[in-house]
Every structure is written in C-alpha cells, then in structure tokens.
C-alpha cells in the first residue's frame, strides 16, 4: 500500500504528520460521514503510552483516500523504542527531507 507522509507544522513548529493513504480494495469500511465520526470518536478514546494519539482523521470518498493525523512525538514510536533510536525526531525529519528533495518519475 502507497502512503504519502507530510510533515504539519504550526508558527514553524514540527507539530504532527499527515498521513495519506488509498483505501485498500479489502478494506470493509466504508467512506462516509457517518464511519468518519465513529473513527474520531474512536480514536479520542484510544490512550496508550506508546502510541501516538490520532488527532484528526478525513475520508475521502471521491479520491478513494483517508487521512489521519497522529501526533509527532521528541520521545519516538513503539518502533523507535524497539530499536532503540536514539534520536528518533531528527531521524523522521531527515527523512521526510529526503523525500522532499527526491524528483519523483511519473508513470
């Protein structure tokens, strides 16, 4: 599955990612209003100490896309912990650097 991650920031402040992905065609939920306030609701109830709360979600229907909106954390991921990523902010932000500067081929 093809995600395209974005960097959100507010007063130049790195404050979550945006992360947009296609539905999958085995994907049972669907792409309405109604699915799109249960899953926020959802998601507000979600608290778990390694994982980054969901602070916005959007379906879109029309493009056969949704997007959610977890939190960027300084402390890292469950992943970063497993791995032990010293840093794993800067980690995430060379990374979406590279991939902003990378030309894309079009198909």
């Known amino acids: 599955m093809r995600k395209n991650w974005f ?4 007063n130049g ?8 992905s296609p539905r999958s065609e085995s994907c049972l939920i669907p792409l309405t209003v109604p699915m799109k306030k249960a899953l926020k609701g959802l998601f507000l109830l979600l608290h778990h100490p390694y994982l980054q709360p969901i602070t916005n979600v959007d379906l879109m229907p029309e493009q056969n896309h949704s997007v959610m909106m977890p939190g960027l954390s300084g402390k890292g991921s469950r ?3 497993i ?4 840093r794993p902010l800067l980690v995430w932000l060379r990374l979406l650097r590279s991939c902003a500067t990378k030309p894309r081929a079009h198909s």
Request: charged share 35%.
């Open 79 to 81: 992943k970063d912990k």
């Open 13 to 20: 402040e790195v404050d979550q990612l945006m992360v947009m």
């Open 7 to 10: 960097v959100v920031q507010q």
């Open 83 to 86: 791995y032990r990523v010293r």
